[in-house]
Every structure is written in structure tokens, then in C-alpha cells.
């Protein structure tokens, strides 16, 4: 049995004081769930997030990393700065890093690497853009990203990532994909890493949906039989969060 997950991705949201209060918030609504709960609001929210949700089994995470371990990249943050503040998993690839930051398929490959060789979970985004799915592309499209994300990534450390497929059209849009159209691609992701790592790998991985999931849509989601739960953006920001992590 797959552990069921729900991650808020704070994106560029909240002042620490906004953030430790808000965390503590839900600080009590996150001790009584079973699922596995990651928060993760900007880097400069990290230290006080964490204080805020201790003595909880809430994971922190954060929104990106950067694949050196030191060195002369102003404005970047490392893999042992994240584990230096307790952080446990990281979002790699997020489609606005793709398109805002330009980061590119082999970026996104050396940070999962990387997250991984230092013992951070990778949840690594991958999906479409309407373009691409208006076109029929999108099986291609969704296996490209995988394959490429996961080179040089072995059996043993593959199961640890986390997949979550966000179709870019979905995105803060409040146009959620339906549950078909979300299922159909989580399948094909778990057949792809079939394809690259075989049953069992692909049985153990964590796939997620994300793009506009709220409160009222998340159960229809998370029922899917390839869809083990979700990245929530918008309504992460929320007490709404706590209903979806219930859901
Ligand atoms: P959204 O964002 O829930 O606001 O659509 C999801 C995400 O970007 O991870």
C-alpha cells in the first residue's frame, strides 16, 4: 500500500511572521491525519515553519535547489543548506521554473540526482501545456520528461521520489483537468517507470496530481486508482488546506 501524500506549495507567498502563524494554525488540524503532509513555503520561511509545526510528523520541504554543492552561484541555495535546516523533500522541475527560469530537462536531471545523493526527497512536477495536449501529444510529451528526469537515477533510489503531474494549463487557472484526464496521465507515469525500473519500483512510487485542487474536488482526485494524492498551490494557503489533507 502506497502512503497517501499531500504537499502545499506556498510558492512566493508570506512574510516568516505570516508564515509561523499560519503554520501554527494548522498545526493541530495536521496531527490527526494519517496521511503524509508536506509543507513548503519559501526558503526564508523554512526555520520558522519548522519550529512552528514541531510535534507534529509533518514533513517541511522547499520549492528548489541547486544541484552544486558550493561555490560562486549567487542567489542559489544547496542540498546541505536544506538538510542544515532539517528540510526533507524538495520540488525539482515545477513548470514555473521551467518556463519562468528556464531551467531545462538536464538542470532538472542533475538536481534529482542530487537531491537524492544527499538524501532529500525529489518531488519532481512534470505535465503538459494546452498547446501540447490540444495537439495529442501528451503521452510523449509526459514520457520525455520522465525519462529524462530520472537518467542515471538506479533502481534503489527511484521508488524514493515523489512524481506529481501538473498540466500547466491546470495551474492557478481554477481550470482543474478532469479525474479521466488526470488518472489516464498518472497511469501512464506508472507505466513508464514500469517500462524503466519494472513492477515493483512502479508499484512502490508515490503519484501525485496537482493544478487547482480545493477542498471540493480533492476526494474525486485522490480516488483514483494511480493517483496516491496531491501538490496543492493556491489553496494551500488555507484552512481549506486541512480539508484536502483530510480528504
Ligand atoms: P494550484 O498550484 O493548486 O494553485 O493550481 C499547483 C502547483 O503549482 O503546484
Not at 534503489?156 to 491546470?170: C, G, L, M, R
Not at 483537468?177 to 525500473?197: D, P
Not at 480545493?214 to 494557503?237: H, M, R, T, V, Y
Amino acid at each position: 500500500m502506497r502512503r497517501r501524500v499531500v504537499a502545499g506549495n506556498w510558492k512566493m507567498n508570506m512574510i516568516p511572521a505570516e508564515a509561523a502563524a499560519f503554520a501554527a494554525s494548522l498545526c493541530d488540524g495536521l496531527k490527526e491525519t494519517d496521511a503524509e503532509v508536506h509543507v513548503i513555503p519559501p526558503f526564508t520561511d523554512i526555520a520558522v515553519v519548522a519550529d512552528a509545526l514541531k510535534g507534529t510528523d509533518v514533513f517541511i520541504g522547499s520549492q528548489n535547489m541547486y544541484h552544486e554543492d558550493k561555490g560562486a552561484f549567487t542567489g542559489e541555495i544547496s542540498a546541505d543548506m536544506l538538510n542544515g535546516l532539517g528540510v526533507h523533500s524538495v520540488i525539482i522541475g515545477h513548470s514555473e521554473r521551467r518556463t519562468i527560469f528556464s531551467e531545462d530537462d538536464t538542470m532538472i536531471n542533475r538536481k534529482v540526482v542530487k537531491a537524492l545523493e544527499k538524501g532529500l526527497v525529489p518531488i519532481l512536477c512534470c505535465g503538459e501545456s494546452l498547446e501540447t495536449r490540444e495537439a495529442g501529444n501528451v503521452s510523449e510529451w509526459i514520457s520525455g520528461q520522465i525519462e529524462s528526469a530520472f537518467a542515471g537515477v538506479g533502481e534503489n533510489d527511484a521508488s524514493k521520489v515523489i512524481i506529481a503531474y501538473e498540466p500547466i494549463w491546470a495551474i492557478g487557472t481554477g481550470k482543474v483537468a478532469t479525474t479521466g484526464q488526470a488518472q489516464e496521465v498518472c497511469h501512464l507515469i506508472r507505466e513508464k517507470i514500469k517500462e524503466l525500473y519494472g513492477e515493483k519500483v512502479s508499484e512502490d512510487i508515490r503519484i501525485l496530481y496537482g493544478g487547482s485542487v480545493k477542498a471540493e474536488n480533492s476526494s474525486e482526485l485522490f480516488d483514483c486508482p494511480d493517483i496516491d494524492g496531491g501538490l496543492i498551490g493556491g489553496a494551500s494557503l488555507k484552512p481549506e488546506f486541512l480539508d484536502i489533507v483530510n480528504a
